[in-house]
T-cell receptor, first 114, second 111 residues
Framework: NAGVMQNPRHLVRRRGQEARLRCSPM?????VYWYRQLPEEGLKFMVY????????ESGMPKERFSAEFPKEGPSILRIQQVVRGDSAAYFC????????????FGQGTRLTVV | RKEVEQDPGPFNVPEGATVAFNCTYS??????FFWYRQDCRKEPKLLMS???SGNEDGRFTAQLNRASQYISLLIRDSKLSDSATYLC????????????FGTGTRLQVTL
């Protein structure tokens, strides 16, 4: 049973470009969470999605960031017009039901904006 | 005040030592509590959940004091492989969403 799969592992973008980060949850998991870890900081919740629905996006920046979890395929975190401050590790986690408090994390995508 | 506060360390201890980490949280309504371990440039991995009655897993013991809003992790007989950052994590909602992470305490175990 493969764990949470994120790709790419490393992503370099120039300022102003778009970044697309993908996350495939563990098999059987329909709840996906995205977190961001800035250098020397703790992980910060960004968004919680179920299939085709955004449940909680209270941690998402108001502009340039969006997330989706389509019926088929991975969850996508999209960052438009990236800036240097977007450089961070972006982790995806999944769980099998909202009542289960354990979430399993992917290996993360390290975004570097140059 | 941060939602979850930890001493960043680093804690440098010799192999075989006992080391304790503490964590405080601000939301008194928080539902569940965890310690995660994060190795350098890797994803966080669940180490153990923390219960009011205290719980032990091998060399690791976790304690929760709800009245003081305080969580602890004790590691006995430290191994070199214990070197990592230990993240105190609080779940305010009772579901897996919106875990609130501390910035972590770095442990370095030396020969």
């Amino acid at each position: 049973n493969a764990g949470v799969m994120q790709n790419p592992r490393h992503l370099v973008r120039r300022r102003g470009q778009e970044a697309r980060l993908r996350c495939s949850p563990m098999k059987g998991h329909s709840h996906v969470y995205w977190y961001r870890q800035l250098p020397e900081e703790g992980l910060k919740f960004m968004v919680y999605l179920q299939k085709e629905n955004i449940i909680d996006e209270s941690g998402m920046p108001k502009e340039r960031f969006s997330a989706e979890f389509p019926k088929e395929g991975p969850s996508i975190l999209r960052i438009q017009q990236v800036v240097r401050g977007d450089s961070a590790a972006y982790f995806c986690a999944s769980s099998d039901m909202p009542g289960n408090t354990e979430a399993f994390f992917g290996q993360g995508t390290r975004l570097t904006v140059v | 005040r941060k939602e979850v506060e930890q001493d960043p360390g680093p804690f440098n201890v010799p192999e075989g030592a006992t080391v304790a980490f503490n964590c405080t949280y601000s939301n008194s309504a928080s539902q569940s509590f965890f310690w995660y371990r994060q190795d350098c440039r890797k994803e966080p991995k669940l180490l153990m959940s923390v219960y009011s009655s205290g719980n032990e897993d091998g060399r690791f013991t976790a304690q929760l004091n709800r009245a003081s809003q305080y969580i602890s992790l004790l590691i006995r007989d430290s191994k070199l492989s214990d070197s990592a950052t230990y993240l105190c994590v609080v779940n305010p909602t009772g579901t897996a969403s919106k875990l609130t992470f501390g910035t972590g305490t770095r442990l370095q175990v030396t020969l």
